[in-house]
């Protein structure tokens, strides 16, 4: 008898353990939560409800506002999470920091594969997007953009649109050109140049006068990708990249040849800074800011960190910008500009069962899309924005000068790694890293980008 | 009571949730593995059974072989050069009288650093413009090495650094065994006349060579599951040629979503290891073991 009783009280003892352990996280349909932390936030909340008999929803946002240089980002969204949670009484939005790489390329595609995605999330357009819109892990928006009166609000949602639905919105616009050094132009006798020949010259005055022409840091193939983007829609022209999609371009085109071959001459001449190979994204902008570098190919948002007296220093309104000049015998028009809106916020399609969460994902949309918010973007953050904005008053001389080459432009091509398949756009990143390491030759190295890109072209 | 720890039923109930656990974390992912390895799976659409393809894929994939290669220089660097490292730094700590638990501790410190620390520090050491090494070769007229950014020297650096976390760890293991060996046996040697060198080669290293065997065994395994300290430093590049087979798997899985290839490099890895370390085991076990 106290045998079958002892082995009873284990089989009990053993039960349980393995109960508890398969149970789930998430109770009474609370939200979703992860920490300790935000389950005692969770339970503490539970009993409100019981008292308000309502309930009360907790949706994840995992946003990348990490580091000093999206400190300006951070406080918008905040502000943002701040209002949309004032406006509704029972709702909380649980923020989550993750670095940008590590979410686009190793959490986010996890989470997608595994359906278990933050409610609101950090997105890029394009490949992104097209990818998870597929497989139907992203809530559409039209209906709600719709309700809200927003759909037309947008300068442009392409890139977040697929098959007439839209996916995801964009936070801001971008565009990229040079960044360059004031005091070190005057100092070298030059203006911002308007020819690929003034470029050339005032590269080869920077190298005689011991500057690094042009700053560079690639570890990260995305860095050294931007100047490869400009020079092939200005070399082969602004419809080439989504050329290389449906065949109408390959990537040994000579006019696409001739681009890679831009990037080999600039570096056998020693314009860039020597083992940049093995440097950060963040040493790019230190090299200007040193007076180390001279010029500075990178995006528009970096400009937020050139008018911030903390990471300028004494650069603080010394920083200018232009366009890539033209190419010799580039094809199009050579004022175009890589520019587009692609990285904003995306809606996780579990939503659109719950209607309570997509109260939720509207007010926080109602909270963060808005004139006042974008505004703010330009004005604090730099950020081009991504909406149409009728006041564009109080904005810095810098960003300024970044909006006036972006009027300017004859056109606009898209950044290739939203365009391009993931794979292609490993060996394209590999093989540009390879010409910065003067370890390949242009054609032989696109030889096989093209083969992996008709791959590709094929699979999808 | 003693009846009932005599039946094993009892045991097995006890056992089972250490069990399920295991089943669940450990068996479960590796059978899933060996699937995946077999479909063309892009980690959101359902796998599509491509047979040995991915495999065909991985044995013309000169990019695998170079990391095969890779992991294979770790091989090479812990045996040929750190462990004979190794094993002169016990032998030098197990001979000295005072200070012996101070250099015991100095020379274990790298191992329980986190990777990511290491790979921060050594970073700076070998910063071009900065960094200690540059520094030090400049005082003989050495040009700037790009040390993590030169192929040429990226690989190598990376084997000094992850040498230099784990040397001290086998350090303390072999002097265990050093000082394990009774003291008669020495200072009989020692009346017979025998030098240091003849002490060490003849005698020590002799008795301890079944802990040498299973330092090689672990440095081996290390070798072939080498991640962290690539990732940290370098992410495989410049330009992938400091990719290791682990590096490349993720990056085939996780950036490219080609979770089926991944997963089949996955395999690989685990068949290589399994391959190289059975072979290790066999060429040695043979071998006489001296007793004392």
Not at chain 1, 248 to 266: C, I, R
Not at chain 1, 309 to 337: C, K, L, R, S, W
Request: proline share 4%; net charge negative; with cysteine.
């Amino acid at each position: 008898m106290k045998k079958i009783l002892l082995i009873l009280m284990m089989v009990t003892f053993v039960s349980s353990i393995v109960l508890a352990g398969c149970s789930s996280s998430s109770e009474s349909g609370t939200g979703e939560t992860s920490t300790d932390g935000v389950k005692d936030k969770a339970i503490d909340e539970s009993a409100k409800v019981e008292e308000d008999n309502q309930e009360t929803i907790t949706l994840t946002l995992r946003h990348t506002q990490i580091g000093e240089g999206k400190q300006s980002r951070l406080v918008l969204l905040e502000d943002a999470v701040a209002d949309a949670e004032s406006k509704l009484e029972h709702v909380t939005y649980e923020l989550e920091a993750v670095d940008h790489e590590v979410n686009r390329f190793d959490k986010l595609p996890a989470e997608m594969a595994a359906g278990n995605q933050p409610d609101i999330f950090d997105l890029f357009g394009g490949a992104d997007t097209i990818r998870y819109a597929k497989a139907d892990r992203l809530l559409s928006l039209n209906s709600i953009l719709e309700e809200l009166g927003l759909i037309d609000q947008f300068i442009e949602l392409n890139e977040f649109t697929v098959d007439g639905e839209v996916y995801g919105l964009p936070i801001g616009g971008f565009t990229e050109g040079y960044f360059y050094s004031k005091p070190i132009f005057e100092e070298l006798g030059v203006k911002p140049p308007s020819t690929w020949d003034e470029l050339e010259d005032i590269a080869l005055k920077s190298k005689e006068s011991g500057y690094v022409p042009f700053a560079m840091a690639a570890q990260g193939a995305w860095v050294p990708m931007m100047t490869m983007n400009t020079l092939v829609g200005h070399s082969a022209g602004p419809d080439s990249i989504q050329g290389l999609l449906n065949g109408t371009h390959k990537w040994t085109d000579p006019e696409m040849v001739s681009a890679f071959e831009l990037l080999q001459d600039f570096v056998k001449k020693d314009y860039f800074k020597r083992g940049s190979l093995g440097l950060d994204y963040g040493e790019q902008r230190n090299q200007l800011i040193a007076g180390e570098a001279v010029m500075m190919f990178d995006g528009s948002w970096t400009s937020s960190v050139f008018t911030d007296p903390e990471q300028a220093g004494d650069m603080i309104g010394d920083i200018g910008y232009f366009g890539m000049p033209g190419v010799p015998n580039g094809v199009g028009d050579q004022t175009a500009v890589n520019a587009g809106f692609s990285n904003g916020y995306g809606f996780s399609s579990t939503i659109a069962d719950d209607d309570k969460k997509l109260e939720a994902v509207k007010q926080f949309i109602k909270s963060m899309y808005n004139e006042e918010m974008q505004k703010r973007g330009l004005i604090e953050d730099n950020v081009l924005p991504s909406m149409k904005v009728a006041d564009l008053s109080g904005v810095d001389p810098l960003m300024s000068e970044i909006i006036e080459v972006m009027n300017s432009a004859g056109g606009a091509f898209p950044a290739i790694d939203g365009v391009i398949q993931a794979e292609v756009n490993t060996i394209l990143g590999e093989g540009i890293q390879r010409i910065l390491g003067d370890d390949v030759d242009p054609l032989e190295m696109l030889e096989k980008v093209q083969q992996v890109q008709e791959k590709a072209n094929q699979e999808s | 009571m003693n009846k009932t720890l005599k039946n094993p039923i009892v045991y097995i109930l006890f056992l089972l949730p250490t069990i399920l656990l295991y089943c669940l974390f450990m068996g479960m992912p590796v059978i899933q593995a060996f699937y995946y390895g077999f479909t063309d799976w892009d980690g959101l659409n359902p796998p599509i059974f491509n047979g040995i393809e991915n495999f065909r894929e991985a044995f013309t994939d000169s990019d695998f072989w170079l990391s095969v290669l890779n992991n294979i220089y770790f091989i090479l660097f812990s045996i040929v050069i750190q462990l004979p490292i190794i094993i002169f730094l016990s032998l030098l700590i197990s001979q000295v009288k005072r200070f012996k638990a101070f250099y015991k501790t100095a020379v274990f410190i790298p191992s329980i650093l986190s990777t990511a620390v290491i790979g921060i520090l050594w970073g700076f050491i070998y910063e071009p413009d900065s960094g200690l090494l540059n520094q030090f070769l400049a005082l003989f007229g050495v040009e700037k090495i790009y040390w993590l950014s030169d192929k040429s020297t990226a690989m190598i650096s990376i084997l000094i650094t992850n040498a230099w976390q784990w040397t001290g760890f086998y350090v303390v293991l072999i002097l265990a065994a050093i000082l394990g060996i009774p003291k008669d046996l020495l200072e009989q040697a020692e009346i017979d006349g025998a030098t240091n060198w003849n002490k060490s080669t003849r005698i020590i290293i002799p008795l301890i060579r079944p802990i040498i065997i299973v330092v090689m065994l672990l440095s081996i395994a290390g070798a072939m599951k080498a991640l962290d300290i690539v990732w940290v430093m370098t992410e495989g590049g410049p330009f992938g040629t400091t990719d290791v087979m682990a590096t490349y798997m993720i990056k085939e899985a996780f950036r490219e979503y080609q979770y089926g290839y991944g997963n089949a490099i996955a395999i690989l890895i685990f068949i290589f290891t399994l391959v190289i370390t059975g072979l290790f085991q066999w060429s040695t076990k043979n071998n006489e073991r001296i007793e004392y």
